[in-house]
């Protein structure tokens, strides 16, 4: 019977009906699965995240100018967990940090390729999300978009406008 067997043990005895004998099952005892070993982080880490903008890209969703867990960032990313939409954690596998106190924020957030656009009032990062850590690829000054509506899409890039004329990558 498996009720009366240890739930430590590895093997358990199995009776037949009649009570003889019937030999002995081996049966893997499996690690408890918790929240954290599931996830790769704690569900205290899990944070309340409003934003003004968003871009789903490699299987994430990226948003700018985020206010989390009631303080609001304008010139910081928050990065979804793989496959998780929804889920912003603190701590450095949920951010992307961008140079900060240039008392810009973020307007508007573009994927092209393996590459995020991130649009402040008046500068374009690049960034590269390739294999690896991600990083600023090109900062162009004077050539950001105050509007999320001067910002499209094409097959052969992204282009946006501003006061300073017509601009693409």
């Not at 009366?4 to 049966?27: A, K, L, N, Q, W």
């Not at 991600?134 to 097959?155: L, N, R």
Request: net charge negative.
């Amino acid at each position: 019977d498996l009720a009366d067997s240890d739930p430590t043990s590895t093997t358990v005895r199995v009776f037949s009906g009649g009570g003889s004998y019937g030999g002995e099952i081996i049966r893997e005892v499996l690690p408890e699965e918790t929240f954290e070993s599931f996830h790769g982080y704690g569900s205290d880490q899990i944070g309340s995240c409003r934003y003004k903008t968003a871009v789903s890209m490699n299987n994430r969703v990226y948003v700018g100018n985020v206010l989390f867990n009631g303080r609001h960032y304008p010139d910081r990313i928050m990065v979804s967990q793989i496959g998780e939409f929804d889920t912003f954690i603190e701590g450095e596998a949920g951010m992307i940090m961008l140079p900060v106190d240039d008392g810009d924020s973020i307007t508007h957030l573009e994927g092209y390729g393996d590459r995020l656009l991130v649009f402040k009032k008046h500068i374009c990062h690049v960034l590269n999300l390739g294999a690896g850590d991600v990083y600023i690829e090109v900062s162009a000054k004077f050539a950001g978009a105050t509007s999320p509506c001067q910002v499209t899409v094409a097959d052969k890039g992204v282009y946006w406008a501003n006061a300073n004329g017509l601009s693409g990558f």
